[in-house]
């Protein structure tokens, strides 16, 4: 995990040799193993590159990486696959090896295309004044890109700063492809034009003509008008790194597998029924295979203290923690949880971050009203106070006050966890989060990473993915419960299973209303759109602990395995929830060996934990976030 920038200006007296001080303290929060600046300047444009490391994998490579030839590379990424990288052996050093041998644009998307794995790049070509850029498929890894001063100057980076307006936001660069800018003639023309070498979504050549015009469509709209979006003249593109979506329907009535199910109680002989079908178990047993691959590749890639012995490992790093499971006890990530159990070293603890967030309802004393009345209303209760008293007795007996949905989940799957292997230690951390600890941190740390994003969901996933994966709460034992900070810098989170598989309500009512080719476009709809919605955002979020967000079920075989199988194989929402959606991961925890967890019902983050009630119950998740928007305010009115 990195933090890149790159800052390039067309105008001498509009640049600056140093980056301003709130961006050079983001990007170090990512990368916090290495810090380095480097200068490229021409008669007709200057770049300032900044690179800033998290050390995970072979040596320490400080970027950005130059060449012989004035070539620099930026590299926030990770190949798990598609390029062979030894496990001594740098990915950033072998990246540009190979990319300072590329002879043309074909042979860099050729590159680019066998990469498996998550990544964002800056890449100056010196010979061709060439600026490529660009983000995987799904958008894993955020990339911004920012446009001012009339067309003179524009900037790219991992993370941006607090906008002050409406007119100066930072953007994300689209997961469209990747892009390609000539920095002497944009210098000459004083209009930049991005040049996309789009991934090709099928293989009709109408069809991606189509796409690509859609593409250019969407990404201009949001764009100064100095800024021109157009395709490559060679019309070149990136080969789609997964097997397309398979829109089959059956050819006789979609039926339940066992249709007393939907009328008996569920449990998890419901589930083994299915199982009892050779091609069903077939199929859950090959995507246990393909899931537990990707996690192992997720869990490995990262530095151990490997010459010490177990013994001498414990006493040295006291149990210390390398992988953190973003963790409620739902099937999402108990499936992730026992798949990375198969793979991490059996004397390695595993980090379960479970967060909560206050409920007023539970820590408001009777007496807490001067007036010695109990207080109807709670949620009428001035804030700050009630924060005050509330932290100070969560301090006194941590965890009394969060018995949100996905703590006692969280508790009932740290048991089947602890039931599965008790030779593993598991650290279930509770990570317990006041209101006035929310609106300090939302305000001076988090709000910034969440946008350009700005809906009420996306205040409210943020924030309890920020408070999730920065890991400090306290870690509970049978001999009660101690302060802890986890130090583990590579965290697992579920996202990817509900958008593949069914997950959400919107699922259910798009096929009560429309059926299985209903189901089917909602599920192509949410592929299409993750990168936007939630990856960008969920990097941002988690990177600023210097930590790195891994997706086991969006690594690309892992979503080419779900793609070939017909929907109905891995759904069956005729069934009620809790069994029903996500049928095939359901199956697969049965397959595992875990029993509760296998058949509870989807819950959002932001219910689970409790964070979508703390202010305000009358909000819409697509509304636009007045406390996302407050900060901008006031720097504007403080600038003006």
């Not at 100095?226 to 397309?244: I, W």
């Not at 988090?446 to 809906?455: E, G």
Request: aromatic share 8%; charged share 25%; net charge neutral.
């Amino acid at each position: 995990m990195c933090g890149i920038c790159c800052a390039v200006s067309f105008s001498v007296e509009h640049f600056s040799r140093d980056l301003k001080e709130d961006l050079l303290c983001n990007l170090k929060r990512r990368g916090p193993d290495s810090s380095k600046q480097l200068l490229r300047s021409t008669v007709n444009y200057q770049c300032l590159f900044s690179g800033h490391v998290l050390h995970l994998r072979g040596l320490l490579t400080a970027q950005p990486v130059e060449d012989e030839r004035g070539n620099v590379f930026l590299w926030n990424g990770e190949v798990f696959s598609g390029i062979k990288v030894e496990a001594e052996e740098n990915d950033t050093q072998i990246m540009f090896h190979y990319l300072s041998s590329c002879k043309n644009e074909s042979d860099i998307l050729s590159l680019f295309s066998k990469v498996q794995g998550p990544w964002s790049f800056i890449y100056y070509q010196a010979s061709s004044h060439s600026l490529w850029f660009g983000r995987d498929f799904f958008g894993r890894r955020s990339l911004l890109w920012h446009f001012s001063n009339l067309g003179k100057s524009f900037c790219l980076s991992s993370v941006g700063t607090q906008a002050s307006g409406v007119a100066d936001q930072w953007q994300e660069v689209p997961a469209s492809g990747i892009f390609r800018i000539d920095l002497k003639s944009a210098s000459i023309s004083q209009s930049v034009v991005l040049k996309l070498y789009p991934w090709k979504y099928s293989s009709g050549g109408d069809d991606i003509r189509e796409c690509v015009h859609n593409s250019l469509t969407e990404i201009s709209a949001d764009l100064p008008t100095f800024v021109l979006v157009a395709a490559n003249e060679a019309k070149l593109y990136l080969k789609d790194p997964v097997v397309p979506l398979n829109m089959a329907l059956p050819q006789a009535a979609f039926e339940t597998h066992c249709s007393s199910i939907s009328r008996s109680p569920l449990t998890r002989e419901s589930l083994r029924v299915f199982l009892t079908d050779g091609h069903t178990k077939e199929v859950v047993q090959q995507f246990i295979g393909v899931l537990s691959t990707a996690v192992k590749r997720r869990v490995l890639c990262l530095p151990r203290d490997e010459n010490l012995a177990p013994s001498e490992v414990l006493k040295t790093s006291n149990g210390k923690a390398n992988v953190a499971v973003l963790f409620s006890g739902g099937i999402d990530s108990m499936v992730i949880a026992a798949l990375a159990d198969h793979h991490i070293p059996l004397d390695e603890p595993i980090d379960l971050l479970n967060v909560a967030f206050m409920t007023k309802e539970k820590t408001i004393p009777v007496n807490f009203n001067k007036k010695g009345r109990k207080q109807k209303n709670h949620c009428e209760m001035p804030s700050e106070e009630f924060s005050k008293r509330a932290a100070a007795t969560a301090a006194a007996s941590p965890g009394e006050q969060f018995s949100v949905p996905d703590r006692v989940t969280g508790r009932a799957g740290l048991k089947e966890l602890q039931a599965a292997n008790p030779s593993r230690i598991w650290n279930f951390v509770e990570i317990n989060v006041s209101l006035e600890e929310l609106q300090r941190l939302r305000r001076t740390r988090i709000s910034h990473l969440i946008q350009p994003l700005d809906t009420v969901l996306d205040d409210s996933i943020g924030c309890a993915v920020w408070f999730a994966s920065r890991g400090a709460g306290w870690l509970v034992t049978q001999d009660g419960a101690q302060p802890y900070q986890s130090s583990a810098k590579v965290v697992l989170t579920g996202i990817g299973a509900d958008e593949q598989l069914a997950g959400y309500s919107r699922h259910r009512v798009r096929f009560l209303a429309h059926g299985l080719e209903g189901l089917n476009k909602e599920i192509e709809m949410e592929l299409g759109r993750i990168s936007s919605r939630n990856l960008g955002r969920d990097d941002r979020v988690i990177s600023d602990h210097g930590k790195e967000a891994r997706f086991p079920f969006l690594d690309e075989n892992v979503v080419s395995f779900l793609n070939s199988l017909p929907v109905w194989e891995k759904a069956n929402l005729t069934l009620p929830r809790g069994i029903g959606e996500k049928l095939i991961l359901r199956l697969a925890a049965v397959e595992l060996g875990l029993t509760a967890s296998a058949l509870l019902p989807k819950r959002a983050m932001q219910f689970g934990s409790r964070i979508a009630k703390m202010e305000k119950n009358n909000e819409k998740a697509s509304d636009k976030c007045g406390r996302l928007q407050i900060i901008s305010l006031e720097n504007l009115s403080v600038e003006n």
